[in-house]
Structure formats: C-alpha cells, structure tokens
C-alpha cells in the first residue's frame, strides 16, 4: 500500500487494481477518455459510456461524491449502461432514506437484483465512517468487492443475438470482420457492413471504431496517405459463420493474408506487426 492514504472508495479501488490485488482485466477511468474531436464525434460523454459499457463485462460505480449521485440517476435509466452496472455505496448512505436510495438504487434493485449493488460495511472494514480509511481492513475491502463483482457478472444474461440496431452488436461484427482480413480501411469495411444491410452512418461508424481502439480490439495506422483498421487482439469479437462449407474461416484467413502479402505490402505490414504483438502475449 502507498504511505498516503486513499482520499475515496474509487481511489483505493484503483490503486489496489494497480497493484494487481484484483483479477487482471482491462481496467477504464471515465475521465481517461476523450469522447469528442479529434479523436471521435460524440455529442456528449453519456452517449460514449453507452456504447463502452456493451463491450464491457461490468461497470463499477462508486457512489460517494455529488458527481457520482448524478453519474448514477443517469446510469440507471440507460439500459445498455444498467444491465452491467454493478454500484458501490457505504452502508450509512445506502440507509439512508434519500433520493439516491430510493431512486436509482431502487430500479436498480428491481431491475437486476440484489447483485446489482455492494454495501460496503464500514464496521465490518473497521473504519470509523467512509472518509477516514486510516484503519481500513484491506482485505476485508477486497474480498467483499471480489465476490460482489464475481456475483455481479454471473447475473448478467448475454444477448447472442445479432440485431443491427444495437451498437454492441454492429461494433463486434466490425471489428470480427476486421479480425477476418486482418487490416481494413475505412470505406472498406462501411461496403461490408452495407452488404450485411447495417444501416450506419460514417460519423456513428468513426464513433464505434474509436470505442474499439480504447478498448484495445483494434489499433489505427496511418501509413502515407492510408489509414487502416487493424485487428489488435487474437481472441474473435464475433462469430461469423460461412455458408460456403468448402472453406473455413481459418483457411479463408490464411489465403487473404497471402494475398494482402503479394499484392499490398504496407496493410500486410500493419498485420505482420499486429501478428506479432499476439505472439508476444502468448
């Protein structure tokens, strides 16, 4: 533990994560991330979380300041943000009868069980009240976090379907597809998703394909006057399968790859070092 103490709940969190205390995972903080131009187009910040919170397996919500209360009135009505919402509020403030308690909480509660919401106990993380954690039990704290984000994720119910009005969805399909060429370019990949029938514009496209890149499914290279899209994580994004039993994806993978390999040099570039970073965190 660091000499000087945490100033809140999400700062302890943090920097046990950073420590590795907790199971490793590709941790986010929302203020690390730039939702607006250059970098994408989002109109507002509430917009970005949405479509971030379809690709994440929870999002973590210390309610412990103003900012967060509003955080959390916002959250709660935002389906796509709530049904993988997992808040975690001090004891004396979750009894209290108070707009936070019933309000968001409550459709919370509702909505998505008891899970959906960790008490931190202040006697049972021996601390006088929730601003002095000069005594804190730490792994009473990690334990208690541990089993309710591990319970958390165990209710969350999957959607498996593909609907194309859903930006999870589309923006799993995209980067599938891009797994499956290995580097596209802009215009390429918008003809695919339109001969799939996914009605997207270029600005909600560029918006999903920056979500991929801050979530590390994807990395963006511009080499001369071309910018690819490349596939940045050997895991698949989505499942595609073939109607055309007389290929696999594997061998289809491969034969384009050759390819890419005779006949475009710099995007077969942009592959082989994508390949390469895989290799190294085998």
């Known amino acids: 533990m660091q000499s000087i103490l945490p100033l809140s709940f999400r700062d302890l969190f943090m920097r ?5 205390i907790f199971p490793p995972a590709h941790y986010l903080m929302a203020e690390d991330i730039n939702a607006f131009f250059p970098a994408a187009n989002y109109r507002d910040i509430l917009s970005l979380e949405r479509d971030l919170a379809q690709l994440s397996d929870l999002i973590l919500l210390f309610s412990e300041s103003y900012g967060s209360a509003a955080e959390l009135g916002a959250f709660a009505i935002s389906e796509e943000i709530a049904e993988r919402l997992i808040v975690l509020v001090d004891d004396k403030n979750f009894n209290d009868n108070s707009f936070v308690k019933l309000g968001p909480l409550q459709i919370l509660a509702e909505r998505y069980g008891d899970s959906a919401i960790c008490v ?4 049972h993380l021996e601390m006088e ?3 002095d954690f000069s005594g804190i039990n730490i792994n009473n ?4 976090v541990n089993h309710s984000m591990v319970d958390r994720r165990r209710n969350i119910k999957e959607k498996s379907t593909f609907s194309k009005n859903v930006n999870g969805h589309i923006l799993r399909f995209s980067v599938g597809i891009i797994q499956l060429y290995g580097a596209l370019d802009f215009d390429e990949l918008h003809i695919i998703l339109m001969d799939f029938q996914v009605d997207i514009s270029t600005n909600d496209l560029h918006n999903l394909l920056h979500c991929a890149k801050i979530i590390g499914w994807i990395a963006i290279e511009k080499l001369g006057t071309r910018t690819f899209f490349v596939a940045n994580i050997e895991k698949k994004a989505a499942s595609l399968p ?3 039993q007389s290929i696999r994806r594997k061998e289809f993978e491969l034969i384009t790859r050759a390819f890419w390999k005779d006949t475009d040099a710099v995007r077969f570039g942009c592959i082989s070092r994508a390949a390469a970073g895989f290799d190294q965190n085998v």
Do not use: G, Q, V
């Not at 704290?141 to 208690?144: A, G, I, K, M, P």
């Open 16 to 20: 046990l994560e950073a420590d590795r």
């Open 120 to 123: 931190l106990h202040l006697a």
């Open 129 to 131: 009240n929730a601003r």
């Open 141 to 144: 704290f990690t334990d208690l």
């Open 242 to 244: 073939f109607n055309n």
